[in-house]
């Protein structure tokens, strides 16, 4: 299974420089890289993103991760995924810009949001 991480330009920059990361800032505060489902992403780049450019979505497949991830209630009552370890380059299956258009993120041809 896809789950997806929502990331600025230059914190994929760092990732792929560095080969890891702790996330963005709000991952490193609550201890944990955030991720969504495919049928949250959508809400997620709204709520937490809106208005922003420069944007990547990244997919890892939840194979990668091991026990390191534990889905957790969240946002209304749905669980979502959290990697309580750094996320590594080699865990992205893909990373595709996230434009913005007319006030709206514009995901990938294909993805699926529902």
Do not use: C
């Not at 534990?70 to 979502?80: C, D, I, L």
């Amino acid at each position: 299974m896809l789950i997806y991480k929502i990331f600025r330009a230059d914190e994929w920059q760092t990732l792929r420089n560095a080969g890891k990361t702790q996330g963005a800032p709000i991952d490193v505060a609550d201890g944990y890289v955030h991720f969504s489902t495919a049928s949250q992403a959508a809400e997620t780049a709204a709520k937490h993103f809106a208005g922003e450019e420069d944007l990547f979505l990244l997919a890892v497949e939840t194979d990668r991760l091991d026990d390191a991830l534990k889905w957790e209630v969240s946002r209304g009552g749905a669980e979502f995924p959290h990697l309580y370890r750094d996320l590594q380059l080699t865990d992205v299956a893909w990373a595709q810009p996230l434009p913005l258009l007319d006030g709206a993120h514009q995901f990938p041809a294909g993805f699926e949001t529902a």
